[in-house]
């Protein structure tokens, strides 16, 4: 179970995705504290964040070759 938490702090996609999930939350909260920037934060604008971080997260699932113990 460490080897596998060891493991977790050499993957890029969980150092990715644990970037991600500290972003996101910031984001809803620039825009409600600057209204001038609600105009350019919009539903699409999160779907399409959304769909790179997809995109991206595909991407470095095939990178991946090992598993989180062997790393």
Same mark, same amino acid.
């Given at each position: 179970?460490?080897? !596998?938490?060891? $493991?977790? #702090?050499?993957?890029? =996609?969980?150092?990715?995705? +644990?970037?991600? #999930? $500290?972003?996101? @939350?910031?984001? $809803? /909260? *620039?825009?409600?504290? #600057? @209204?001038?920037?609600?105009? /350019?934060?919009?539903?699409? =604008?999160? !779907?399409? *964040? +959304?769909?790179?971080?997809? *995109?991206?997260?595909? +991407?470095?699932?095939? !990178?991946?070759?090992?598993?989180?113990?062997? !790393?």
């Amino acid at each position: 179970m460490i080897d !596998k938490l060891k $493991g977790c #702090l050499k993957s890029l =996609t969980i150092w990715f995705n +644990g970037i991600c #999930l $500290g972003i996101f @939350p910031l984001i $809803g /909260y *620039i825009s409600d504290a #600057l @209204p001038t920037l609600q105009q /350019y934060v919009t539903i699409d =604008t999160f !779907k399409l *964040i +959304g769909i790179i971080v997809l *995109i991206i997260n595909v +991407g470095l699932r095939f !990178k991946t070759t090992k598993p989180l113990s062997e !790393k």
